[in-house]
């Protein structure tokens, strides 16, 4: 009975990940696909009511026996449904995973695309920098030079005087 007990378990532990799952992305279903979800919830709620309480007999191993059965007899009634549902379901995941990767695409592209209008704005304001830099660059120089100049005619005039 124990290995019963495991299995009747793990089934119930199976449909409970499940349902957390699909619970966990519910709020972006279509109103439509809610209303499907939550027919589809009161039919597992029976399949994991049965579950329970085939757990929960373990001194009557034939109700035990007879709730699991009935428990998959109420699963066979959704089976289709379910599997139809939770399809729909993962390919809508699907698609949205497609839909962001094209987004993020159309934002790579729109960066693209910014950084070319920037690029022009930038090459301006660096040319117009870089000739600003040369220009400081060559009054430095001038500066420097006058400054050498004028310190070597203190030494020619020094030179003129001795």
Same mark, same amino acid.
């Given at each position: 009975m124990a290995d019963f007990k495991e299995i009747v378990e793990k089934?119930?532990?199976?449909l409970d990940k499940l349902e *957390?799952?699909?619970e966990d992305i519910s709020e972006d279903f279509t109103d439509e696909a809610k209303e499907l979800w939550g027919d589809l919830k009161k039919k597992f709620s029976g399949v994991s009511e049965k579950l329970k309480e085939g757990i929960g007999s373990e001194t009557d191993e034939l109700k035990a026996n007879l709730d699991v059965l009935e428990a998959k007899q109420k699963l066979q009634d959704i089976k289709e449904s379910a599997e139809e549902f939770t399809?729909?379901?993962a390919a809508k995941? #699907?698609?949205?995973? $497609?839909?962001?990767?094209?987004?993020a695409h159309?934002?790579?592209m729109e960066a #693209? $695309?910014?950084?070319? #209008?920037?690029k022009k704005e930038l090459s301006y *304001?660096?040319?117009?920098?870089?000739?600003?830099?040369?220009?400081?660059?060559? *009054?430095?120089? *001038?500066?420097?030079e006058?400054?050498?100049?004028?310190?070597?005619?203190?030494?020619? $005039?020094?030179g003129k005087k001795a």
């Open positions: 089934s119930k532990k199976a *957390e799952k699909v399809k729909k379901i995941a #699907e698609e949205e995973l $497609d839909i962001a990767a094209l987004r159309l934002a790579k #693209e $695309d910014l950084w070319e #209008e920037k *304001e660096f040319q117009e920098s870089q000739h600003k830099v040369k220009k400081m660059a060559q *009054e430095a120089a *001038e500066e420097i006058e400054y050498f100049t004028s310190l070597m005619k203190n030494f020619t $005039d020094e």
